[in-house]
């Protein structure tokens, strides 16, 4: 039996018509075969972020016009980051607020120099879930802060609070973005 059958579905979908061609493969069968046809479908719309600067779009073309431009002027593909692309969708107008707002509240207890995600597939998912869409803004802020360097304590840090450790605590299911109060008031 296939180890891919008791994965999630989210982990079963493949976004990319050669990345699902190559893994039919993996199985002995090809895009006509009628598991294909079973296991195929019509995927929503997904919003797409640059990896070399943050921009998001809405298509696929647009996306692939932008990158074509940073490549004509001297981007490598080694440039390309994937904390990048997250910060970019980030930025959609349904999510842009709730993730401000959570950064200005962190950043009342220390200057953020840099925030990254590392390469992992639960960040892989964060960006599925970000380019999708579906969920609210506030829930999706509150996931991108839970794996990001802030919360892992993987931040460099200034201000009035240098030497403190970052706030390594996953907000989980909070009220609002300002009961964040709590949080400062157990780092001390």
Sequence with gaps: MHLCLYKS????????KDKFIKH????GLGLESPQAKLWSRQLPERTL???FCVQYFETFEERSQ???THFEQGSRKKSWSGSTVILSLLNQPFISSDWQSLRREIS???TISDISW?????TDSLQRRLECGTES???LAIAAYNLSSLCAGDVNMTG???GMEALQYPIGSIDSLADLEFFRTDMV
């Design 9 to 16: 579905l989210e982990d079963r979908t493949y976004h990319r």
């Design 24 to 27: 039919l493969k993996v199985h």
């Design 49 to 51: 972020g640059c990896g």
């Design 66 to 68: 932008h990158v074509a």
């Design 108 to 110: 009342d207890l220390y």
């Design 118 to 122: 590392p390469e992992s597939s639960s």
């Design 137 to 139: 803004g506030r829930d």
């Design 160 to 162: 009035p609070n240098e």
